[in-house]
């Protein structure tokens, strides 16, 4: 948790700067602060003479930059724009799409709205409420409005940038007036979206306001705080904590770092920079008909996506090689099912045709680190941070898949190996206030912030309760984690814990069962002000969850579904039903 | 025992409230698989062990999991006669809750392996809908009683195996603590305060486990002399018991290294008349509840009571206890404590099938031989009952002459009866390793590959189809009863076997240390020279137990106290 802000929200920071800037100011001495000073006004008179002024002298207008994110990215490019913005004679107000509220809308005459999808074209988590009702028949008019959009996404989802798309056109036909053509960007979205912020900047800027000068969101250099940077980390423990008889492999990374670990906090995640299979490689080139090519060979295990294949691929390979049949494939509009469950490599195998490095640069895109969520706390852990990595493994169509990041880990690094993060905070799945209550939903890997929140609970001695279902396959096989949680339960880090494994029975029991069987306590501890988190898989686990705790405030207070519904609709409003589901 | 400290498990029996202790919510705990060291032995009487996969164990604390814990379950089934109904149901169980595996054992009945805690409730209330339990199978109180298995006298074997459910239900607990615990049953309000529960045993039920056995001569299959208390029937001329030869001190188990430790044949105290039994049989069993050591769980046997107290004194406290003084012993003949392999015809005209199952273990294995789901087949068809031998075997018993044509494909189509040799048939294994914790060496998994060398041996030497008795242990506790084997192999540490020789084949003689130590090809070492002097110096129809010690390989052992005496190899070749 931050301690007690110095720094005030008005500030002319990106809320996430003022986070940082606060964790260092915040705690540190009064010594360390006359030195800061003293350092900062150092730098000006350094930077010869006079300080920039912020912002020009006469009055900045008003633009307000709505954002919708689950993992970050969107809030952080609002932050960039935001910052662009004050130096163009523009004041910003930035809103998260969790606290829209639709009436203010309307008297908004500059919009940029930067939305993410996830799920299945689904918006990010926070952001639904607002989403549906924008959606919904009751949204107001918005003549008048001026807007822009920027969309991210992932090309790998057949829904690519679904919300943004939706969300543009939707306030078009509300009567707002787009000033700039919507962008949807790729993973690797640094770049356009740098470049559509400093054209989105020029056109709402006042007139005779705007510098030239582009501001380009190099991430590496837009941080603010070193910890932002990729960072080299030594795995100093790496065991599977599934048993030799289980069919799942689940990894426990304990990394430490020479420079003292990122500035982490529970709930937040390390981005990892992960390779590719060199056998896989190996494979493709062998299939192109390049492998004798050994820069490009190094080039494709290091930084390109080699195993995702979307529609944008198959059109590409199709535009570079010629290939009949995968014109035809396209023209046929078979293209987006063939997809399904395959990966370029399918492409190439099934349309062999001679490639050249320059074509399969074409056809992939550049590879993008895997998040994971941290599973330790500095408080109990001190410069190390844990991670638990489920190797992902599967077939589809004859032939044995194996996740990229996972199984980099799983079968390719060592204890005393180093690999390359990144921290991603997420101040949105954060600790309460330390007396209050918690309870933790993360069946799978998604226990992993929990056994954060746990160990930063114990060093704090923190005295609320704390509640964690988990859930997995086997209990003898896959209870990850579970003379912790032992030591947890005796130590009084943790107060209570529900287990549901899913295969020792014929019938399948999930964490939502248990859920439903302790329905009674778990709203006495809602009621009580408990704060109630989900984390790990969205596609279903995560919809049941919260279906089940409708289904629970309606047994217990015997009231109606709607009601129900609005119970917890009302727990996400007061952020105390927050997810960090994937 | 006055004036000796009581054994710590005295203490736990006596504050158990018969049974009870933190049982209930010990099971009830959801994040471990475990209970509590006293609750695990009080499981023990609920005929249940909390064991753990000791195949595991190296790598368990390394990633953070407790112990693979899993829990054997053993019915309670006197005289190993079970129903195609109650057989379905164990199968169904052992299907989905105990790794698709049944365990027959030396005491005629069965054993689950690695049923989650979470399970147990489940499979114990199902079995309970077909009229089974597992209510003292293990623990300090009257366990399996054995009963002959041997198919041909129809009539007697009827009437014995009556008496064996009579016994074990005589024997049987009174508290309720297995019905509350794990059937949901009706607490039985302040019993576990009451003093009067049980009016056999008393609050700290027996000093250690005590084991009945019915034998009917000329078949020795339960080896009445293995069991604390045997019952050899004296059939008469109209073909009814007209009573029991009694036979009191049986005991295999022994500790290496503790010469105070041995095993024991029984000694035969006498004769009573068939409408005594329960009368001696309750004398005998409550001597030894007041007689037994209760300080020393190594010396808490009857064998230790009888041998401390001397036969006379024993036969006196039978007669007093008991209204009457047991009379002459009855002469006996038995010819073997074997099975009879394949079909036969009872007195009563219905057919018989003994089924030879390699150390008990029913399961489909890799290699085709489907025995679990053959035996479903069976109980899915078969009208008469099912036997367990005390020989880990199976007999399909009372099949109608109509049928046997379908038991007959069942049984090819399953590989079920695929023609083991003499060595093999006659053979058995504990379970050990896995599972059970007190195993020093493997002996189920182990056994088959090596009776495969001996075999080749016995060809060698012209002995292929010769009956020959061979037990194997994974420790001297002697659950396959290896000293009454005319080959004993008693596990002494990883791979490592003492070997003994010179028991008789109709199990009334315990052989003696032959050689220590053996390893996979040290036994074969060791054996093959007297395979060979068998083959050319042993007489007509003479008996390999009883050749080794004719022809000076090893000195005779008379009974339990000269068990460890003049022990060691007298001859090598
Ligand atoms: C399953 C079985 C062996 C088999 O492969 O069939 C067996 C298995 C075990 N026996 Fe036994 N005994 C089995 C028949 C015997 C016999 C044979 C007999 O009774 O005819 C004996 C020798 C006779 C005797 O009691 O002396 C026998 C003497 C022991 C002993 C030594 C007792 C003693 O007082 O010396 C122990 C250890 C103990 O009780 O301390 C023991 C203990 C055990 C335990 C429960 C190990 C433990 O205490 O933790 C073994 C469980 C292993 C597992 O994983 O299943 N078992 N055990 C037999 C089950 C019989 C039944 O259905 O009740
Ligand atoms: C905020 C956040 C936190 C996370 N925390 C964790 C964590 O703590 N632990 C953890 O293990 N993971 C976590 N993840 C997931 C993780 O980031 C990766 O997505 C996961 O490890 C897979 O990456 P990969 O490179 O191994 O697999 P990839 O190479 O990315 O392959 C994954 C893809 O394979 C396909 N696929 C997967 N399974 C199947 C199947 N059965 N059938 C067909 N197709 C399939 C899907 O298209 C899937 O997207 C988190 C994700 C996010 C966003
Ligand atoms: C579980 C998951 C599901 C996603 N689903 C989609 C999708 O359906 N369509 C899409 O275009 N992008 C999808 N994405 C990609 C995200 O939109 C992309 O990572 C974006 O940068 C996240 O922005 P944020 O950090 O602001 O939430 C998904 C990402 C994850 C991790
Ligand atoms: S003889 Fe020893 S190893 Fe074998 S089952 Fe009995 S106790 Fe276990």
């Known amino acids: 948790m931050a301690s007690n802000p110095t720094i005030p929200k008005t500030a002319p920071f990106g809320d996430e700067e003022i986070a940082l800037l606060n964790r260092v100011v915040g705690p540190a001495s009064a010594t360390q602060r006359a030195w800061l000073a003293g350092f900062l006004a150092g730098l000006e008179s350094a930077a010869g003479g006079a300080a920039q002024p912020a912002a020009p002298a006469r009055p900045a207008e008003p633009i307000t930059i709505l954002y919708a994110s689950e993992s970050g990215n969107c809030e952080r490019l609002a932050n960039d724009f935001a910052k662009a913005a004050r130096k163009n004679a523009l004041k910003p107000t930035l809103v998260d799409m969790a606290d829209l509220d639709l009436a203010t809308l309307p008297a908004i005459k500059r919009l940029i709205v930067i939305a993410a999808t996830w799920g299945e074209g689904d918006p990010p988590a926070r952001a639904v409420r607002a989403f549906n009702e924008l959606m919904g028949e009751s949204a107001p008019r918005l003549d008048g409005v001026e807007f822009g959009v920027l969309a991210l996404g992932d090309t790998a989802y057949a829904e690519f940038c679904a919300i943004g798309k939706k969300l543009d056109e939707r306030l078009e036909q509300l009567g707002a007036k787009r000033r700039i053509d919507r962008v949807d960007c790729d993973l690797d979205f640094a770049e356009p979206a740098g470049k559509w912020i400093a054209d989105a900047v020029k056109t709402f800027a006042p007139a005779g306001a705007t510098d030239s000068k582009v501001i380009e969101v190099d991430f590496s250099k837009q941080a603010v705080s070193p910890s932002l940077d990729i960072v080299e980390a030594e795995i100093t423990e790496h065991l599977n904590l599934n048993s030799s008889r289980s069919d799942k492999e689940t990894i426990h990374l304990a990394l430490s770092f020479d420079g003292g670990a990122p500035p982490y906090e529970p709930g937040d995640s390390l981005d990892v920079y992960a390779e590719n299979d060199p056998a896989y490689v190996d494979e493709l080139l062998k299939l192109a008909g390049l492998s004798g090519d050994d820069k490009l060979r190094g080039e494709l295990i290091k930084s390109r996506d080699i195993t995702t294949l979307s529609l944008k691929t198959v059109e590409t390979y199709a535009a570079q090689t010629g290939h009949r049949y995968v014109k035809q494939l396209i023209a046929d509009n078979q293209a987006k099912e063939w997809i399904v469950g395959r990966q370029l490599i399918d492409l190439i195998a099934t349309f062999p045709i001679a490639l050249t490095a320059e074509h399969l640069r074409a056809i992939t895109r550049p590879l993008a680190p895997r998040a994971y969520s941290i599973a330790s706390s500095r408080r109990e852990v001190g410069d190390e941070a844990h991670l638990l990595i489920s190797a992902v493994r599967y077939e589809t169509h004859g032939r044995a898949r194996k996740g990229v990041a996972s199984n980099f880990v799983a079968e390719r690094v060592k204890k005393g190996g180093r690999v390359r993060v990144k921290l991603r905070p997420n101040r949105h799945f954060a600790l309460p206030a330390p007396d209050r209550d918690i309870i933790m939903i993360g069946p799978g890997t998604g226990v992993a912030p929990f056994r954060a929140f746990v160990q930063e609970r114990r060093a704090t001695g923190a005295t609320g309760r704390s509640w964690l279902f988990f859930g997995d396959r086997h209990f003898t096989h896959d209870f990850l984690y579970q003379l912790d949680w032992h030591e947890a339960l005796k130590d009084g880090a943790l107060t209570r814990m529900d287990v549901a494994f899913s295969r020792d029975t014929p019938e399948k029991i999930y964490v939502q069962h248990k859920m439903w069987d302790a329905r009674r306590e778990l709203i006495e501890w809602l009621d009580g002000g408990a704060t109630f988190y989900v984390c790990g898989d969205a596609k279903s686990m995560a919809k049941d969850v919260r279906a089940t705790l409708v289904r629970a405030y309606a047994d217990v207070k015997s009231i109606a579904p709607e009601a129900a519904e609005q119970a917890v609709t009302s727990l996400e409003r007061d952020k105390r039903y927050l997810t960090d589901t994937y | ?573």
């Not at chain 2, 009866?417 to 093999?424: D, F, H, K, Q, S």
């Not at chain 2, 504990?430 to 060496?441: D, E, N, R, S």
């Open chain 2, 1 to 573: 025992m006055p004036n000796k400290e009581l054994s710590s498990m005295e203490h736990l029996k006596a504050r158990s409230r018969y049974l009870r202790g933190n049982l209930a919510e010990d099971m009830a705990d959801p994040l471990t698989g475990g209970v509590s060291e006293d609750s695990a032995q009080l499981l023990k009487f609920h005929g249940m062990y909390l064991q753990d996969n000791r195949d595991l164990r190296p790598e368990r604390t390394k990633k953070k999991l407790e112990k693979a814990f899993g829990f054997m379950i053993r019915i309670r089934l006197p005289g190993g006669v079970i129903t195609p109904q109650q057989w379905l149901a164990l199968d169904e169980v052992a299907r989905t809750y105990a790794g698709e595996t049944l365990r027959l054992t030396t005491r005629q009945t069965f054993q689950m392996h690695g049923v989650l805690k979470f399970n147990v409730k489940t499979v114990l209330k199902r079995i309970n809908q077909v009229a089974l339990d597992t209510i003292a199978a293990c623990g300090d109180d009257t366990r399996g009683v054995m009963a002959v298995s041997n198919p041909h006298q129809s009539k007697i074997h009827a009437e014995v195996y009556d008496i064996a459910r009579r016994t074990s239900l005589h024997f049987k607990p009174k508290t309720h603590a297995y019905y509350e615990i794990f059937l949901d049953g009706e607490k039985v309000a302040g019993e576990g305060e009451r003093d009067d529960v049980e009016t056999i045993y008393g609050k700290t039920y027996m000093p250690r486990k005590f084991k009945i056995g019915f034998a009917v001569p000329p078949s020795n299959d339960i080896d009445v002399f293995a069991q604390d208390l045997g019952f050899i029937a004296i059939v008469g001329k109209k073909n009814t018991i007209e009573g029991w030869n009694v036979c009191v001190g049986g005991g295999m188990g022994m500790t290496h290294g503790e010469p105070e430790t041995y095993p024991r044949t029984g000694d035969v105290l006498g004769f009573c008349r068939a409408e005594d039994l329960f009368a001696v049989a309750e004398a005998v069993c409550t001597i030894q509840r007041d007689w037994g050591d209760r300080s020393n769980r190594k010396h808490a046997r009857l064998k230790y009571t009888l041998d401390d107290h001397g036969a006379d004194a024993f036969r006196a406290e039978i007669a007093k206890r008991a209204g009457k003084p047991l009379e002459k012993a009855r002469p006996y003949l038995f010819t073997s404590n074997g099975d009879r392999y394949g079909w036969t015809e009872g007195e009563n005209g219905k057919h018989h099938l003994t089924l030879f199952v390699e150390n008990g273990r029913l399961r489909d294995f890799a290699d085709g031989r489907r025995l679990l789901t053959g035996m479903r087949r069976i109980a899915e068809v078969h009208d008469g009952e099912i036997r367990v031998t005390p020989n880990q075997n199976l007999i399909i018993a009372n099949i109608a002459p109509e049928n046997r044509k379908t038991i007959e494909t069942i049984v090819t189509e399953h590989r079920m009866a695929e023609n083991a040799t003499a060595l093999r048939r006659n053979s058995m294994a504990c379970v050990a390793l896995p599972t059970c914790g007190l195993a020093l060496a493997e002996s189920e998994r182990y056994l088959p590959s090596l009776i495969t060398k001996l075999e080749a041996r016995l060809a060698a030497h012209g002995l292929a189809d010769e009956e020959i008795t061979l037990r194997m242990t994974g420790c001297p506790n002697g659950c396959a009863r290896p000293y009454i084997a005319e080959i004993g192999l008693v596990g002494k540490g990883p791979g490592r076997y003492n070997l003994y020789l010179g028991a008789a084949f109709d199990g009334s003689r315990m052989g003696k240390l032959f050689r220590e130590d053996l390893d996979d090809e040290g036994i074969v070492a060791a054996l093959d020279p007297v395979f060979a002097a068998y083959a050319k110096e042993r007489k007509k129809g003479e008996r390999f137990g009883d050749f080794t010690i004719r022809a000076g390989f090893v000195a005779k052992t008379m009974n339990g106290l000269d068990f460890h005496k003049d022990a060691g190899a007298k001859r090598t070749a």
